[in-house]
């Protein structure tokens, strides 16, 4: 039989069945961008002739890195909100307030390239002007299941006191769904099925009830999901409070939006019971473990999720708060913080660690029938990792296998050596084949400068955290 690629001589990790799925000696083959069989490299090779062989001798053969939550426009202000408190409206919402539709499109390609490098292959990006930045991962050839992020919140949401209720504008949500809606009818199911659209609304504490209704039975309509912040801070459990008497999860659940489509981001402020609530209604869960950790010092509660009986992935979130949106950061970041939450070394393994970046994300996103893991018939999104690298050596197979755990507590990105998506490869000896990295840098560089410019006043004039640190020449 005839292939279009051969990958040979790996360690294959499958993530099929309950664990990693491990195939020591393995072998994989690609017709068109269809994995069309896994196995042993001698079966395989008995078995395919290949226009191209690529031998993984030493090296980790694994399904692309699934990130179910990332806002890539917003990565053209990374690291300016680190270390403070009122994150979003003192340190985001300044900036935001400067950041162009062409600024937002410039750093959502640094973004992508960021993620692509260190083995994403597929991004759940939620972001606002996604009609444009869609053509970003046209150009770079990722897989994305993308969303506009739909509010109510008005331009000059920034001027707002903390603690204060938001205004909510009616017009700005009709505008910001019509966008959302044409996403969803130009794009969807574009570029051979690489690009998928989803609805994005924001929270529940940034529009009116009206809108998420609208949403909601839009929802039923297109038969698609909903990918929403739920209790993502005291921020929203505050607003709740003052605009519906109700936190967050109570008032979702009265209104009808806890079920399979539902896409639940952070979770942040639930109690161990709304947490259950969430997890037994069929809505699925997002854990953003550096954000959180570094926005509001929390970990949100997934074991809790997964124990009682969820579906959650992980999510890298947004370059302003996480700074890094790699989803071997996130692994670690995940396990060791749960350990730490729960006093106990033994829970949040690196196998959930690994399987919640790959299988259990791509369940999240409504994408696991076709990646998250390698089996005949699943879409060739693949990386191969170079196990050969200082951080993953020495490698062990017997009396145990420490490359699992050396992925997620070793790894750092920059061992991923080939990442080939849709069957096509996108990135080969590190090198990415699709774009021009030094330009797209300069480019998003120099549109922050323009941000920064234009913003100064309202930055100076927001008097957070970081501004009293850099008086101090803490920074």
Known sequence: MHADILIT??????????????????ALAIKGNKIVAVGKTNELKSQYNADRLMDAKNKVVMPGLVDAHIHTGLSIIRGVAQDMNDWMQKGIWPFMKHVRREDAVKGSMVNIIEGIQSGTTTFGDYDSYMTEIVHNYVKAGARARLAEMVNEMPPDISSTPVGDLYPLEQSVGEEKLARNLELMEKYNETENGRITCILGPQGPDMMSLELLNEI??????????????????????????????????????????LNERLIAVHLTEATDEET????????????????????????????????????????????PGNNSNNMFNEMKFAAILNKVKRGNPAVFSATLAIRSATIEAAKVLGIDHEVGSLKAGKKADIILIDLEEPSLSPVFTSPVRNIIPNLVYSARGHEVETSIIDGKVVMENRQLLTVDVKQAVREAQKAAEGIAERGREDILQADSDILAMMREEML
Do not use: W
């Open 276 to 319: 259950e609530i969430v997890a037994k209604s069929g809505a699925s869960m997002t854990y953003c473990a550096g954000s959180i950790g570094i926005i509001d010092g929390l970990v949100p509660p997934m074991l809790k999720f997964v124990e009682s009986g969820g579906t959650a992935g992980l999510g890298s979130d947004q370059a």
């Open 9 to 26: 001589n790996g360690f294959v990790v499958t993530m099929e069945g309950k664990g990693v799925g491990m195939i020591e000696d393995g």
């Open 216 to 257: 909601k039975g839009l929802g039923e309509k297109y038969d698609t999901k909903l990918h929403m912040h739920v209790a993502q801070g005291d921020r929203e459990i505050n607003q709740m409070e003052k605009r519906y008497g109700k936190r967050s999860i109570a008032f979702l659940e009265e209104n009808g939006f």
